[in-house]
């Protein structure tokens, strides 16, 4: 009877032990998926896959810091599990986290990209707004706020890639490392821009920002008049055409989301429009004609393109 009992007694014990090791375990996975979420990189692979927390990224040496300061808290907790006496579904799941952990090492210690590589930039800036961008529309203010955020994000990420790149050179810029390339300060057209209209002719301008050619030569168009461009009028800088390959982003992409080489379009009368081009290429500005406005088909005013951006 008392050999009955402890049987019984050790089976509980057993049971007990086994139940408070797979809540560890469950702990354990809650709190690292969580944290994997907040930290992983964005790749396109993970794209509606993984659910992340929305705000922005940072991939400054201290984040990074403190991204290895928390994988080594995991690891420490995830070692001190027991799973030898566990069913096997639970010690699977404690391998798998192992697996997972160990990604997380070869990402940040073993081969780390974010130190070496460009291309992980191209991908932490151009995949988030991707992802976000794949929700089906109509966006709320919370969805379009999050997409704004995201693309605010990307300066902050070009600035940590041209810390953290241990000068790689840059593919599309001969003689120039990474950083230099993407950081060229935005040329300003204060100056030729008054030459301009000093001189007389010019109707409207429009600075390239943001949104590309497509987003931004409407705002300075009346009602009832479209623009119509020619892409083969120009050739797309080095940056451009790489990362248009690279990210295999279709033509309309890039002409609504850069300026594709052209940071600023002006509007003048065809009969004007030589002097106005020689006022800007005098005050130091490559000037050339891209097109021309047409009547437009009703509604809002609209960009459409003739031919295909021309690679450099």
Avoid at 246 to 252: I, M, Q, R, Y
Wanted: hydrophobic fraction near 45%; include cysteine; proline fraction near 6%.
């Amino acid at each position: 009877m008392k050999k009955r009992w402890a049987s019984a007694f050790l089976l509980t014990v057993l049971l007990v032990n086994a139940s408070a090791a797979t809540e560890s375990l469950d702990k354990l996975a809650n709190d690292f998926w969580a944290w994997r979420a907040k930290y992983a990189p964005f790749t396109s692979d993970d794209v509606n896959r993984l659910e992340r927390p929305g705000g922005t990224r940072d991939w400054s040496r201290a984040s990074i810091d403190k991204q290895q300061k928390g994988l080594a808290e995991f690891e420490a907790r995830w070692k001190k599990l027991e799973p030898t006496q566990w069913a096997v579904p639970q010690q699977v799941d404690d391998r798998l986290i192992g697996s997972a952990l160990a990604r997380v090492r070869w990402e940040l210690d073993i081969n780390p990209r974010w130190k070496r590589d460009p291309n992980f930039y191209i991908a932490q800036t151009l995949t988030p707004v991707v992802e976000a961008l794949t929700v089906p529309g109509p966006y709320d203010d919370a969805r379009s706020r999050e997409i704004l955020k995201r693309i605010e994000n990307i300066p902050s990420i070009l600035q940590r890639a041209a810390e953290n790149l241990d000068k790689p050179p840059a593919p599309f810029a001969t003689g120039m490392n990474l950083g230099e390339a993407l950081l060229t300060p935005t040329r300003l057209y204060v100056r030729s821009a008054l030459a301009a209209i000093g001189r007389g002719g010019v109707k409207g301008l429009a600075h390239i920002t943001g949104g590309g050619i497509t987003g931004n030569l409407p705002r300075v168009l009346p009602a009832g008049l479209d623009g119509e461009v020619d892409l083969s009028a120009w050739r797309l800088p080095q940056v451009f055409d790489w990362l248009a390959r690279e990210a295999a982003l279709p033509d309309d992409e890039m002409l609504r989301t850069f300026n594709c080489g052209v940071g600023m379009i002006v509007v003048a009368d065809s009969a004007d429009a030589m002097n106005v081009i020689a006022a800007f290429n005098e005050a130091g500005e490559r000037a050339f004609a891209i097109g021309t406005l047409v009547t437009g088909e009703g509604g809002e005013s609209t960009v459409r393109y003739r031919g295909a951006l021309q690679g450099a």
